[in-house]
């Protein structure tokens, strides 16, 4: 079965700092993998998905099959990136169907 | 709309009522989705809508749970004789169609049994 593991719960960093946020993944085929954001009282909201290579808001996920990891950075942290970010791994040959989420982070960003 | 719609945004039941949520896509989005977040958990799946056919109601967790989208836009979730585990965050999302589109999702309905 596929699997989502975060294992910080709680992450804070200084403003300037460089952030990662953690995620493993297990799953048999070839996975689908994907960064979720909810901001303070916003919804939850796409960040960046690994197939489209981009970076979103400074943020970059590079998708590691050998360590299973798909591991959320970014070179300087900005105190609104202070949310609650969220793996996920969806398990139907890309098409965006079914998610498996892990837990989150919950990422501080101090001034 | 202009977002994914959900109603209502609290309710607090006794355990044994039964209870509905409401979720209205995006309009013309064919896909819609519910999930449930319990407290500290993320998002875990419930069913899948295509337009009014349920193709996937495999993380509904016991046939006290029942969805449905009789005309391929509003969906409900009704949960009958609720318990206390049943509370949680039940989120609503929608997509344009199965494939490269982005998963909207709504504000979710927090449910809370007593």
């Known amino acids: 079965a596929q699997r989502v593991t975060q294992p910080e719960k709680l992450l804070s960093v200084f403003k300037g700092a460089p952030v990662e946020l953690k995620c493993n993944y297990s799953?048999?085929?070839?996975?689908?993998l994907f960064w979720y954001v909810q901001y303070s009282r916003q919804r939850l909201q796409l960040l960046l998905r690994?197939?489209s290579r981009e970076s979103i808001k400074g943020f970059t996920a590079d998708l590691n099959k050998g360590e299973t990891s798909f591991h959320l950075k970014k070179p300087f942290a900005q105190e609104e990136d202070s949310a609650m970010y969220y793996c996920?791994?969806?398990?139907?040959?890309?098409?965006?169907?079914?998610?498996?989420f892990g837990k989150g982070t919950l990422l501080t960003v101090n001034p | 709309g202009a977002g994914v719609s959900q109603s209502p945004r609290y309710k607090v039941a006794k355990r044994g009522q039964d209870v509905a949520l409401r979720c209205d896509p995006i309009?013309?989005?064919?896909?819609l989705f519910w999930y449930q977040q319990a407290l500290g958990q993320g998002p875990e799946f419930l069913t899948y809508?295509?337009?009014?056919?349920?193709?996937?109601k495999s993380g509904l967790p016991s046939d006290r749970f029942f969805a449905e989208r009789p005309e391929g836009s509003v969906s409900t979730l009704k949960i009958q004789r609720t318990q206390q585990e049943d509370s949680a965050v039940y989120l609503c999302?929608?997509?344009?169609?199965?494939?490269?589109?982005?998963?909207?999702f709504g504000a979710g309905s927090r449910l809370t049994v007593l």
């Open positions: 996920a791994l969806e398990n139907s040959g890309g098409s965006n169907y079914k998610l498996t």
């Open positions: 799953y048999s085929g070839s996975p689908e």
């Open positions: 690994h197939i």
């Open positions: 309009s013309g989005h064919v896909s």
């Open positions: 809508f295509q337009n009014e056919a349920q193709l996937d």
């Open positions: 999302a929608s997509m344009k169609a199965l494939g490269a589109n982005v998963l909207t």
